[in-house]
């Protein structure tokens, strides 16, 4: 049963305009997220990251925001880029050994 | 320099097979992880390793064996390989207390 849920397969974009990933998650024992990309032929980047003792954190393009009432935490990447145009992967950090338990990620397409 | 490396890239075996897929880190970090990657499956934990005497199985540890030679050095081990291991796999690495996870380039491994 998957705990982290990242139930949009794809996305399209605009050049400049706003991408919004979305990521749900079931356990409410989580207490960090993790947002990972991947290109084609490479491992997956680590991106950005938020703690459950915050809402919102900022990198940049790049930021996630986290509501922990309703699971679910998003990333905006604003203004997207063509080379933004990869794969998206939500992570959560569970357990004791804090091992990161991973969505099935987002392929964002983002076009000139 | 790539800071986590995996050889070979690529491999084609045959079923019956064994095989070692071999990481090494030049960051200096004490944990490594063994992923693989299934189309629609997302990335899932085959063994970690907290430091060089400390190995444990992931949540698909079966058909697979692993070796920590060194704080550096991270093998995986197929040893009779079978079609559905075909896969890609990744190597990791960590930090503690961040939770990062800083990935290798992959191997993509096909078994006929």
């Known amino acids: 049963d998957q705990q982290v849920k990242q139930n949009s397969p794809s996305l399209s974009v605009q050049e400049g305009r706003i991408s919004i990933l979305n990521c749900d998650y079931t356990n409410s024992m989580f207490d960090y997220f993790l947002w990972y990309k991947k290109y084609p032929a490479e491992g997956p980047t680590f991106l950005i990251s938020?703690?459950?003792i915050k809402d919102k954190n900022e990198d940049g393009r790049f930021t996630v925001f986290l509501n922990k009432s309703a699971k679910h935490l998003s990333l905006h990447i604003v203004p997207s880029q063509p080379g933004d145009s990869a794969v998206y992967f939500c992570a959560a950090v569970a357990g004791n050994n804090r091992k990161l338990i991973w969505g099935l990620g987002t392929s964002l397409a983002v076009n000139p | 320099d790539a800071d986590v490396t995996q050889t070979p890239r690529n491999r084609i075996t045959k079923t019956g097979k064994r095989i070692m897929l071999e990481c090494s880190q030049t960051?200096?970090?004490?944990?490594m992880y063994w992923y693989r990657q299934d189309p629609g499956l997302g990335l899932r934990l085959i063994y970690y390793s907290f430091d060089v005497k400390d190995i444990n199985k992931g949540e698909i540890s079966d058909g697979y064996s692993v070796s920590r030679q060194a704080q550096a050095k991270f093998s995986l081990s197929l040893e009779s390989a079978i079609p559905n291991q075909t896969a890609l796999y990744f190597c990791a690495t960590s930090d503690p207390p961040r939770y990062e996870q800083y990935f290798g380039p992959g191997t993509r491994l096909t078994v006929t």
């Open positions: 960051k200096g970090h004490d944990r």
């Open positions: 938020i703690s459950s």
